[in-house]
């Protein structure tokens, strides 16, 4: 009787690990969610659009420093992390850089002698 006991015990276990298996790989199967992305400020995310624009006009005229360039991918980089005060920051330098050097075309050609 001991042993049919230990037999039927045996396989009740046997059972509901399987059954505790079968959950787990539905749960492990199913599609993982990323984590939320922390949210920009609508400040941020206006400054980041318009240092975009700044930085697109400023190259398609070929005045585009590095500096609004690297100032741009630390602004893009910062809002792939949700930092609001560092986008606000590097987005707002790469404006700043962009409208330089576009300013800089209105420069005069410096001439050497006559």
């Given at each position: 009787m001991s042993k049919v006991l230990l037999a039927l015990t045996s396989a009740a276990l046997l059972g509901l690990s399987g059954c505790a298996g079968v959950g787990e790989t539905k749960t492990s199967s199913a599609p993982a969610a990323e984590p939320a992305k922390p949210a920009l400020s609508a400040e941020a995310?206006?400054?980041?659009?318009?240092?975009?624009?700044?930085?697109?006009?400023?190259?398609?005229?070929?005045?585009?420093?590095?500096?609004?360039?690297?100032?741009?991918?630390?602004?893009?980089?910062?809002?792939?992390?949700?930092?609001?005060?560092?986008?606000?920051?590097?987005?707002?330098?790469?404006?700043?850089?962009?409208?330089?050097?576009?300013?800089?075309?209105?420069?005069?050609?410096?001439?050497i002698g006559d």
């Open positions: 995310q206006a400054a980041l659009a318009a240092a975009q624009a700044a930085v697109k006009d400023a190259k398609a005229k070929n005045a585009l420093w590095t500096t609004a360039e690297n100032a741009l991918k630390a602004a893009e980089a910062a809002a792939e992390k949700g930092d609001s005060a560092t986008v606000l920051k590097q987005a707002k330098l790469a404006s700043d850089q962009a409208q330089k050097g576009l300013a800089q075309l209105n420069y005069p050609m410096l001439k």
